[in-house]
Each structure stands twice: as C-alpha cells, then as structure tokens.
C-alpha cells in the first residue's frame, strides 16, 4: 500500500501476472511477464508489430486456449483467482474480461454462437 501525504492509496489490482511465459509449441513467443493492472486506471500496452501485445491480452480471457499448440507457464490473477487453475472454466472468464479487436474476429463457431 502507498502512503502519499497523508492518505491512503487504496488501489485495488484486477489482474495480477507472476512470472507469465507463452509458448506456441517450443516457440517461446512471450517471456518472463509480472505486471499488475490496477482497477480504475487506464493501462496500455506499446510496442511494436509482432512483440507479444496481443498475445499477453489474450491470455487474460484464456482466447489462447483456442489455440492447439498454445502453453502457458506462471500465474495469471483475476481479483486474486488464478484464471488457469484447473477449476476455472474458461467461457466464464471470457463472460467477465471481454476483448476489443482492431478487425473482426469470430470465434471458429457459429453466428449464432459467436
């Protein structure tokens, strides 16, 4: 907790990334990530075409796991529930942290279901 003059910051983190390695199969394509994003705070992430921007955002509502050779190392924290502990089910993840896309993108699923 920061203490600034006084007052108590009481900056509540809604997703917490320990140490976050994705593969694609051997490919390692993003490594070694520990990053909080806190709750009412606008957080971006920058960088240029290719570094793993999109990749990381996607492992925060478990799109990668619609990926075959897709694997991940390390803790991701969802307002402190590890999101890919055995019990989680990840449609409900996707419920609750939704993506914006630069183009459409469906999922390989229906209309209807998508």
Known sequence: MAIN???VNQTETVLRTEGLNIYYGKFLAVRDVW???PRNRVTAFI???GCGKSTLLRCYN???DLIESFRAEGKVFYYGENLYAPHVDPVEVRRKIGMVF???NPFPKSIYEN
Request: positive net charge; proline residues 13%.
């Open 5 to 7: 003059v006084g007052t």
């Open 62 to 64: 478990r799109l990668n």
């Open 47 to 49: 960088g240029p075409s």
């Open 35 to 37: 990053m909080d994003v």
């Open 102 to 104: 630069q183009r459409p």
